[in-house]
């Protein structure tokens, strides 16, 4: 199915009022081998990376709650 120039500005669009953007920096050649570990996960990259974020908070937050 053809994914035509509106759907791509209806994305966009939508994607740049839902969401924040960030850029991370990561060793040359490790890219590949970051995006197989989080399929092998069945996660894309980005959501590996929101899951680890996410999961580090809430051990923070349980700490403090000792």
Known sequence: M???EAQKK???KYISKAYDQIS???PK???E???AYA???GKSLNALIVELIEFEMRC???E???
């Open 2 to 4: 053809a994914y035509s």
């Open 10 to 12: 209806a994305t966009s």
């Open 24 to 26: 991370v920096r990561i």
């Open 29 to 31: 050649g490790k890219r």
């Open 33 to 35: 081998i970051y995006k």
């Open 39 to 41: 399929a092998s996960k």
């Open 60 to 62: 923070d937050e349980f």
């Open 64 to 66: 403090k709650q000792d």
